[in-house]
Antibody, heavy 125, light 110 residues
């Protein structure tokens, strides 16, 4: 049974750095064809992809947010960590982590088949 | 402004069929697989269709996907009230080197 759970602060101040942790079970991120991605959704708005880390430790970032994001994994702990620097009120959103799987073993063929419940992060002073 | 274009809303009566479109370009839909996600109110997204037209295990066969050129479609037949949700298309974009989502379509079952 695959599960993912996001954890991190519910409130951050502008200019602070956000650190979110995705703790997962039921799969290994060292298995070929697997990845974990972060996706966010501002209140009442659409989904926005942020970053991805795959089984081979390759990392990909949203072009518009690349300078502010860092994604990493700890395979032994089954965790993926996302940091986002210089937070702003427009970054207020529910942040989801999701497992991606690819029959072909990697990009661009991932689909996100399991999602965490999401964690709401509010940026306010 | 989303890279993939979806209608903001669609509505149809119960037991009818509805189609949701997703328009992109050669760098995304035209060259890569499209996935569809259903997001029920207050819930996390759920995978509905992958690789353009494949159904994950457990998803009703009332849902179907198709793709032609740089556009994709999601069809839902035999509409039920529990289908009321937001639907998102997504694809990898070769030019942006990242995933792109549509703006989402809110389905209302009248």
């Amino acid at each position: 049974q695959v599960t993912l759970r996001e954890s991190g602060p519910a409130l951050v101040k502008p200019t602070q750095t956000l650190t979110l942790t995705c703790t997962f079970s039921g799969f290994s991120l060292s298995t070929s064809g697997m990845c974990v991605s972060w996706i966010r959704q501002p209140p009442g708005k659409a989904l926005e992809w942020l970053a991805l880390i795959d089984w081979d430790d390759d990392k990909y970032y949203s072009t518009s947010l690349k300078t502010r994001l860092t994604i990493s994994k700890d395979t032994s702990k089954n965790q993926v960590v996302l940091t986002m620097t210089n937070m702003d009120p427009v970054d207020t959103a529910t942040y989801y982590c999701a497992r991606g799987y690819s029959y072909g073993g990697g990009l661009p063929d991932y689909y996100f088949d399991y999602w965490g419940q999401g964690t709401l992060v509010t940026v306010s002073s | 402004q989303s890279v993939l274009t979806q209608p903001p809303s669609v509505s149809e009566a119960p037991r009818q069929r509805v189609t949701i479109s997703c328009s992109g370009s050669s760098s995304n839909i035209g060259n890569n697989a499209v996935n569809w996600y259903q997001q029920l109110p207050g819930k996390a997204p759920k995978l509905l269709i992958y690789y353009d037209d494949l159904l994950p295990s457990g998803v009703s066969d009332r849902f179907s996907g198709s793709k032609s050129g740089t556009s994709a479609s999601l069809a839902i037949s035999g509409l039920q009230s529990e289908d009321e949700a937001d639907y998102y298309c997504a694809a990898w974009d070769d030019r942006l080197n990242g995933w792109v989502f549509g703006g989402g379509t809110k389905l209302t079952v009248l």
